[in-house]
């Protein structure tokens, strides 16, 4: 196994594009050494990208926006009041992933391109409406977060293509997001179902909305259906109800040994129409 | 007859920190995987991926090539022969003719670095002839099941039973079917538990050496280190006495290290690769995979009870199986602690024990007793809510007492149901109000405690501290009451007594650690060496005084002249004496070995109070009472935390915790993030009343407490969670898709 720390995303990329093993990259670790030590993956290449400069760096874009590098802990993301008040629910879903000290390393970036349907920080960055800066040896391009995952474990960045950061747009005003998920524990678990929900209102009502769910297929679905049955209303019982329909429609779970399929449908519902008012809530409180 | 800390004692009652307790918290402690030795290497284990596979060819040629590898042992290497419980162990230690269950070890290697050791593991080819595989037990003893090991069964089975069905056990007294003809009421239902692991944070490791002769040494994360030594020696077919184990400080064992794994492995690595020391440590999936959960159960209960609560008669019958050997499932305790909270005239129970395609299973913490309750107390809650009849005054009015006999047959000296029962009725926990999805679940529980065999020494030292050997590892702060224990029999402080746990050349045999036994026995046996010491020291001061020895008494660490009549000499301290001991007669100890009787039973009461979301089937523990009988606390920081230690096993049990086996047999969840044991945020602080009933089996009144605690948990959930949504679960654990379901189930039909 070869460890590299290249000092450049260009070096990065190179090292990547050049390499013909098993290649990983490695920002907070949190996925691939356990890996590692499990027995599941010996990479031929590690690609530690820490030591790339502005990786670590959460700025505010010209539009008001947000780029959050690509290895930006948890922990950081959870210290920054102005992004915490923009994107709680994006910081939320990140922040429960790991133990305090995961939180120490664990990254957006790596949480996304782990692969896992059930990855906490990715429903919340695709409600938001996220993309990120992906760069390989053909160039670099912005692609939207929910267009990386291709499967349990898999994405679709090309080899020798990595994610430099995550950009999320302008909060706007009276905007609100809010990630949940269900856990048969309080902490240090596996979603068994995650719903993301970001929404703006205007007038009382909602004006525009994004819904995904995480969890019930095999990757992080984005659900127009959803985000349709609330927009325009002031997400009463009607629109919580339909809302709830219109998920449990678009989840194809499986059941395994964190759940079962039937219980991930009936949930996915439950916890969109309550992510749903959180986000509601958030809004209102921004509009203030 | 809650606890009363002002009794007379000087130290008993009181909570000094812990001797080991600086070590613990700096990384001093030397736990098993803390020991090295030059030259030494590292071991790794070969794991069947089948449930259930003819072992048709082992290949270590690849293996034995890979530069570092020192040596593979497979079952070839062990000799033949073995019978009973010595071929169960062997043949778990290595499987022989079939892999019996995923995980189980089929080859062992030993490599300069555990890097190559896992690489030359994975080079070992196994050749598998799959079979078809059973892990659930009511399907292991249903026709057609798949013959685990024909002709295992005694003769207390049936004729006409499947193999797998391997002992039938029945006992009882009264007549239970004039006592339910003479009930009000008549229910029967029927339970299921899962299997669950132990769950201590510390993996199974040893270091382990062994020469040409078969003399070996060994240091080793057990319960107990004479039974390391034997069971090790019995696999290997050395004499007991080539071995010395040596026990390393212990994260966790409830019950789990009371027996071997790995260990010979370890023994058997180090003699073929020439005697040098090796190292094995398990990985959390291996632990999970091949060490002792309990036994997997399925269960049916039948009571009568009359209008005003009184039980009539009590009916049950247990299947369980632990795993693919006899003897290894807990279903005679089981039964035995079914009823044992309580007085019935007439009691009947029937068990089985089966053979599935699981982990050989281990004593988890009162073995048994945590299933047999959540079937009775279950029934019993559901009894008194038809009859509409207070849960906690049923208890206490059909409660065991002094002189009842016990539904397992001794009649019960003093025990201290009554006064938990009492003390839990008067908890301000009861008054508590509850709100919506909230509700109120009770349960009782029992366990033995146990004696057993116990070899302890003390001795003085030249400046009059001492120094107590025992032969039980400190699990749950057995030192600091030892020497608690000690200084108050001699007299002196806390702080002047150390007590180590010693290797097996030290003293007689001793059992392990289990059985909530060593606060009592090894205690016990710590008491009476001192008292032999304390006389001794009485006769060095007579001599000196030229007084009769009778003349002489102890008191305040010093002897004393009896009386006035026995002379005028000022009291000669324990340091006096042991400054002079050399020139006064040589050195004085005290020695005390015993199989110790005279243990008395522990009851507990429990209240939880849960909040159960309606729209997911989550449920949250708002409020957790323990109340249990220790006899006396000798040290009530330790005690109270047995306590909540039970009572947080019984809850992880009670609502997450299983094996979860996939089509195939194999494992599906085989590390902590997915066998959900509860994290510190998933429980509030969980109160606890220590009742003291003294034991008058011990000197000071110690009952065991390490067990009893996990037993009410899981009906005092179920019924919590019913009393909570009015859905009753008879299939733990109670997870959030089942309870949900069930809650559907209700609003359904």
Known sequence: ?288 | MAKDETQGFRLIGTRPDRPDGLDKVTGRARYGADISAPGMLHAAVVRSPHAHARIVKIDASKALALPGVKAVITRADLPTGLTGEDWNLQENTLAGEKALYDGHAVAAVAATTKLIAQDAAKLVEVTYEVLPHVTDVDAAMAAGAPVIRAGTADHSVPEGMHPNVVKYIDFGHGDVEAGFAAADLVRAQSYKTEATHQGYIEPHACMAQMGSDDRGEMWVCTQGHWYIRRMSAAVLGVDASKLRVTPSEIGGGFGGKTTIFMEPLALALSKKAGGRPVKLVMSRSEVLRATGPTASASMDVKLGMKKDGTLTAAKVMFRMQGGPYIGSSPVGEALSCALACYDVPNVMHEGYEVLANRPKAAAYRAPGSPMAAFAVESLLDEMCRELGLDPLKVRLKNAAREGTKSSYGPTYNRIGLVESLEATMAHKNLLAPLGPNQGRGVASGFWFNHGGETSVSLAIGEDGTVTVSVGTPDIGGSRASIALMTGECLGIPYEKVRVNVVETGALGVNEPTHGSRATFASGLAAVEAARQAMAEMCRRAAAEWDIDPEAVEWRDGAAHPAGPNAGKFPPMSIAEIGAKMGGSGGPISGHHEVTAGGFGASFGVHVVDVEVDPETGRTTVLRYLVVQDAGRAIHPAYVEGQYQGGAAQGIGWALNEEYVYGADGRLQNTVFLDYRIPVASDLPMIDTVIVEVPNPGHPYGVRGVGETGITPPLPALANAIHAATGARLRSLPMSPPKVLAAIKAKAGG
């Open chain 1, 1 to 288: 196994m070869r460890y590299h720390a290249p000092s450049s995303v260009a070096e990065a990329v190179r090292l990547a594009a050049g390499a013909t093993g098993i290649t990983r990259f490695l920002s907070g670790g949190t996925d691939v050494l356990v890996q590692l030590r499990a027995g599941m993956v010996t990479p031929d290449d590690l690609i530690d990208l820490k030591k790339i400069p502005g990786l670590r760096e959460i700025t505010r874009t010209p539009d008001g926006g947000w780029r959050i590098g690509a290895a930006v802990s948890g922990a950081e993301m959870g210290r920054h009041a102005a992004l915490c008040s923009d994107w709680p629910g994006v910081v939320e879903g990140m922040r429960l992933v790991g133990s305090t000290q995961v939180q120490g390393r664990a990254t957006l970036a790596g949480n996304l391109c782990n692969g896992s349907p059930a990855a906490d920080s990715v429903p919340g960055m695709v409600a938001a409406g996220a993309r990120v800066v992906v760069t390989g040896p053909a160039g670099t391009r912005e692609v939207a977060v929910e267009e990386i995952p291709a499967g349990p474990g898999k994405t679709r960045l090309k080899p020798g293509e990595m994610i430099e950061a995550v950009l999320l747009p302008p909060r706007g005003a009276q905007g609100g997001d809010a990630y949940l998920r269900f856990i048969p524990r309080t902490e240090m678990d596996i979603a068994v179902v995650g719903v993301g929900v970001s929404l703006t209102l205007e007038g009382g009502k909602v004006a525009a909305a994004r819904v995904a769910i995480g969890a019930v297929a095999p990757t992080v679905l984005l659900v127009p259906e959803a985000a349709k049955a609330i927009i325009g209303t002031t997400l009463d019982d009607a629109a919580i109800a339909a809302l709830a329909d219109a998920v449990r429609a678009a989840a194809t779970p499986i059941s395994d040994k964190r759940g079962t399929a039937e219980f991930r449908k009936d949930v996915v519902g439950v916890l969109a129409g309550r992510a749903a008012r959180i986000a509601h809530d958030r809004a209102k409180g921004a509009a203030k």
